[in-house]
T-cell receptor, first 115, second 110 residues
């Protein structure tokens, strides 16, 4: 596709449930990033991939959060035992390579609501 | 660690007036700095980027920002505000990933 796509656009779940959020980066982009944006805040870095491997996962808040990118393209962010505090917009972005020389393109986000 | 601080969570200016959104950075090395804009119900869009090539950076929609090392600042300006500029603006710094500030919501008064 022309841009970064994310599915679903909205997800409502109950506390304690498991959710998966999907990101399709721009074709050919080797770097993929996940951010979380809570209401009234700036996006907060979670994890980024270079190819299939997680180059930096220092932003994941705890071990309930996990992300994969098995074939170096699509990525899935997985959240176990969801809590109300996980409610936020989850943003995915991709770039051709290093952000020093390449622009990062953002998807529209997935709005997660935990009841 | 790299970080940015945006001064003022809300800024209101009259249509046609100067827009000034403030950002200060903290970095141990020469930083790559960005301004992003987020219009209501839309995704993040890059306004401009500083990469040390020039201290005054021009972006889209008439915005520009000046890198001032002595002040560790990267303030965003636009000479004349339009109603369509109403949005959330984020200053950010590159640290292999993007580290965002908390954002400044710009309100344009008619």
């Amino acid at each position: 596709g022309a841009g970064v796509s994310q599915t679903p656009s909205n997800k409502v779940t109950e506390k304690g449930k498991y959710v998966e959020l999907r990101c399709d980066p721009i074709s050919g982009h080797t770097a993929l990033y996940w951010y979380r944006q809570s209401l009234g805040q700036g996006p907060e870095f979670l994890i980024y991939f270079q190819g299939t491997g997680a180059a930096d996962d220092s932003g994941l808040p705890n071990d309930r959060f996990f992300a994969v990118r098995p074939e170096g393209s699509v990525s899935t962010l997985k959240i176990q035992r969801t809590e109300r505090g996980d409610s936020a917009v989850y943003l995915c972005a991709s770039s051709l390579g290093s952000l020093k020389n390449n622009e990062q393109f953002f998807g529209p986000g997935t709005r997660l609501t935990v009841l | 660690a790299q970080s940015v601080t945006q001064l003022g969570s809300h800024v209101s200016v009259s249509e046609g007036a100067l827009v000034l959104l403030r950002c200060n950075y903290s970095s141990s090395v020469p930083p790559y700095l960005f301004w992003y804009v987020q219009y209501p119900n839309q995704g993040l869009q890059l306004l401009l980027k500083y990469t040390s090539a020039a201290t005054l950076v021009k972006g889209i929609n008439g915005f520009e920002a000046e890198f001032k090392k002595s002040e560790t600042s990267f303030h965003l300006t636009k000479p004349s505000a339009h109603m369509s500029d109403a949005a959330e603006y984020f200053c950010a710094v590159e640290d292999d990933k993007i580290i965002f500030g908390k954002g400044t919501r710009l309100h344009i008064l008619p």
